[in-house]
């Protein structure tokens, strides 16, 4: 049994090995495309070739070329980052501001409960132990101070 499971491994382990080589690309008079691991002499074939086994000579680079590009980039990179702070500081202009709105809308609606609840207790005082009379007036004061608390609450 172990020695089946080593055969196994060897084996295994062999054609993985193998797998591993350089692949060529050839193609023939009729355009059709062929790839096989070695190069064939009666055929115009191209092994690829890893970046480190390049040549560097083979491909002169322009570096002035490539500053200029890279200065232009880094010129776009530095409106479109200007623009997106700009954009980001209006936003939250617009956020503090809109935040002011709402912070003096719930202290209108605040003090509109406050004065709310003390024309309630004013009338409740006003009220107690009074004759018929009495209680026209008050309720028409409260009325008329409700009405009024209406008008500027809303």
Do not use: W
């Not at 070329?65 to 010129?75: P, T, Y």
């Amino acid at each position: 049994m172990k020695l089946s499971i080593n055969l196994l491994l060897m084996v295994l382990l062999s054609s993985v090995m193998a797998a591993h080589g350089e692949v060529y690309k050839r193609t023939d008079v009729n355009g059709r495309i062929y790839f096989s691991d070695s190069p064939l002499a009666s055929y115009q074939s191209s092994g690829y070739q890893s970046p480190s086994r390049r040549n560097s000579s083979s491909a002169k680079v322009d570096h002035k070329a490539l500053e200029k590009v890279a200065k232009g980039l880094k010129k776009e990179r530095l409106q479109r980052e200007k623009a997106r702070k700009k954009a980001l500081a209006n936003g939250l202009k617009k956020r503090k501001k809109q935040q002011k709105l709402l912070a003096a809308a719930e202290k209108r609606k605040q003090s509109c409960r406050l004065a709310r609840k003390n024309e309630d207790l004013a009338f409740r005082k006003r009220s107690q132990g009074k004759n018929l009379n009495q209680l026209r007036s008050a309720l028409a004061n409260y009325e008329k101070k409700r009405d009024l608390r209406k008008a500027r609450c809303q």
